[in-house]
């Protein structure tokens, strides 16, 4: 008899349990905030700004050590401006290394090599000029480091500016744990 119960029960749940209208959804992430990478403007064509974006600096992270630069190229609005400051403290990795920066040339976005963790947090600051902020939600605006799969984690800051008149964005001594790519977010 359980048997047979059993059976009705199977055959009933395939019968009546699913018509070929039914509609199977997935989980809703619609209202997971999606944040992107605040773009740069196009440059002027005809430029190649690929080896005006990237510099590199020997440093001794025993000693600690200040890695400036400031770029600038013409996009189709006007200058863009990128003033950028790595300040290793003393003792934030062993031995010396040569530091790259490397500046995205689509978005507010950066990457630092070699990939290594710090001992103690190398502080960052981040200076961009030049954009066009419309629509952009100082609100929502963050710092974040930006994984390889592209999920993004906030970064310990001591503040984020934005001047809408001038295009400008910055933030002030980011708390960088490890090199990654790094950017403004919306």
């Not at 961009?128 to 970064?155: K, M, R, W």
């Amino acid at each position: 008899m359980k048997k047979f119960a059993t059976l009705m029960l199977m055959v009933f749940a395939l019968l009546f349990g699913c018509s070929p209208d039914a509609n199977v959804t997935s989980p809703d992430d619609s209202a997971k905030p999606t944040a992107q990478l605040i773009k740069l403007p196009a440059m002027k064509s005809g430029l190649s700004i690929e080896a005006l974006l990237t510099r590199s600096k020997y440093i001794n992270g025993t000693y600690g050590g200040t890695f400036a630069e400031t770029f600038e190229f013409q996009s189709v609005s006007g200058v863009v401006s990128i003033v950028s400051q790595l300040v290793f403290p003393a003792n934030s990795f062993s031995g010396g290394k040569t530091i790259e920066q490397k500046f995205d040339t689509e978005t507010a976005s950066l990457e630092f090599g070699p990939a290594m963790q710090f001992n103690v947090p190398v502080l960052y600051t981040l200076t961009v000029s030049g954009l066009d902020l419309t629509g952009i939600n100082p609100e929502t605006l963050n710092f974040v480091y930006v994984a390889q799969d592209g999920s993004i984690t906030g970064v310990v800051h001591e503040g984020i500016t934005m001047n809408v008149a001038t295009g400008t964005l910055k933030v002030t001594n980011a708390q960088l744990n490890h090199f990654s790519r790094y950017g403004f977010v919306n």
